[in-house]
């Protein structure tokens, strides 16, 4: 019997799955927790996977694991075939009438608060058959990769040929401040600007670079009484309440601008846009709760955006 012939009759199928995993998180510990399995029980799976294949599937140190050369041909086969069994699975159990498994999307806090759950009762009520949980929060890609998210909806760039990109919808932004801050303060030059609390994300105001770059660099402000806010929800509250000038996404405002509450500064200028794109793996972009999720997000309308 050849190498390959006794290889796939060696193979065992719950240690190709902890090994999947395993490549994924880069953690026994996390493996385990994943797989409902002991640390020590997923390292043995791993050791014995290795004498099977007759290779090093990871590099180990103290402080990270990496795959070999080995161990990349034989993940990228897993996530294929994996995923072809997920697949099937899914519509074996659409026929029987089941749950097809569990979509676990994320999304960035103010675009999923704002804009997603208003989507979401339609969506759950036409599909029963899927199992939904969400997540919001900033730090999506990585739970992307290592498969603790099915999809994400972010508005940053990730260049990697195992995703699918799916671009959605512009992300404008405005600069605004209340009725009363306008008043007190006239903040109607970019100039004036200098003179102004400024809200903001972070203090190095790289939150504020659509709008620095929209400018000459002779015209660029330099802003001198900074508050950060970590939060959009947190700068939005504060600009209306009259503590200071904020940019802000345009669909975070759109009923606060309508009632007069918030008052938008410069609309002459067109603000560099940021766009939202749909992240998924490739290997798992096939499943048919993806696919009918996908097909739904993009039916969204760009003017919830303010476009």
């Excluded at 880069?26 to 997923?42: P, Y």
């Excluded at 795959?67 to 099937?88: D, K, M, N, P, W």
């Excluded at 998924?280 to 709760?289: A, C, F, I």
């Excluded at 997000?297 to 303010?306: A, D, N």
């Amino acid at each position: 019997m050849n190498y390959i012939h006794k290889m796939l009759n060696d193979l065992d199928l719950q240690q190709l799955r902890m090994f999947l995993v395993l490549a994924r998180t880069r953690s026994f510990t996390l493996t385990g927790r994943q797989l409902f399995r002991t640390q020590s029980a997923v390292s043995h799976a791993i050791r014995k996977l290795e004498q099977t294949v007759g290779a090093a599937l990871f590099h180990r140190t103290h402080r990270s694991l990496t795959l070999t050369e080995e161990g990349e041909c034989l993940f990228s086969a897993c996530e294929r075939v994996f995923g072809a069994i997920e697949s099937a699975a899914e519509e074996i159990a659409g026929r029987k009438g089941s749950s097809i498994g569990r979509l676990r999307v994320g999304a960035t806090v103010e675009f999923g608060c704002t804009i997603l759950m208003r989507h979401m009762r339609a969506f759950m009520e036409a599909h029963p058959e899927i199992e939904m949980s969400f997540e919001m929060h900033h730090e999506l890609i990585s739970h992307l990769m290592d498969d603790r998210l099915d999809i994400i909806i972010d508005c940053r760039e990730h260049p990697c040929p195992a995703l699918r990109r799916i671009p959605l919808f512009r992300e404008k932004y405005v600069v605004v401040c209340s009725t009363d801050y306008l008043h007190r303060h006239d903040p109607t030059t970019v100039e004036r600007l200098e003179a102004c609390t400024i809200l903001s994300m972070d203090h190095a105001l790289l939150w504020w670079n659509n709008f620095f770059l929209t400018l000459p660099e002779d015209r660029r402000p330099t802003f001198r009484r900074v508050i950060q806010i970590n939060h959009v929800r947190g700068n939005i509250t504060a600009a209306r309440e009259g503590i200071g000038v904020a940019l802000v996404p345009l669909y975070c405002v759109l009923n606060d601008i309508q009632s007069g509450d918030l008052m938008v500064l410069f609309p002459e200028l067109e603000l560099l846009e940021d766009r939202f794109v749909m992240y998924q793996k490739e290997s798992r972009s096939g499943l048919l709760r993806n696919r009918l999720f996908t097909r739904y997000l993009m039916q969204i309308h760009p003017s919830e955006f303010g476009a």
